[in-house]
């Protein structure tokens, strides 16, 4: 079993930066990718971006809404990922998700944290 916790979530004004962080423990070694999604209220939970545990490729959702703001890294050390997330709009108003995928097809959620963005 893996354990996801998120970490970092809160209110930030529009325009300002967050940086969440998700820390992994228990079988971590079975992990080779984690990512991050959101779900708005009302809304599908939708992908944000992925790094690969190994290599660190990173992926990032086609639409503009988080390229050139958002960064994916991660800590092997620490067995951490984070999302740094900056120039933030209310749209990115969410609960975030972390999520991590092993080998066999596993995968394992986070318990969400809630990112508020006043306008």
């Known amino acids: 079993q893996v354990q996801l916790v998120e970490s970092g979530g809160g209110l930030v004004q529009a325009g300002g930066s967050l940086r969440l962080s998700c820390a992994a423990s228990?079988?971590?070694?079975?992990?080779?990718?984690m990512g991050w999604f959101r779900q708005a209220p009302g809304k599908e939970r939708e992908f944000v971006a992925s790094i690969n545990w190994s290599g660190g490729t990173t992926n990032y959702a086609d639409s503009d809404s988080v390229k050139g703001r958002f960064t994916i890294s991660r800590d092997n050390v620490k067995n951490t990922v984070y999302l740094q997330m900056n120039s933030q709009k209310p749209d990115d108003m969410a609960v975030y998700y972390c999520?991590?995928?092993?080998?066999?097809?596993?995968?394992?959620w986070g318990q969400g944290t809630q990112v508020t963005v006043s306008s």
């Open positions: 999520r991590g995928v092993g080998y066999g097809a596993l995968v394992y």
């Open positions: 228990g079988r971590t070694f079975n992990m080779y990718n």
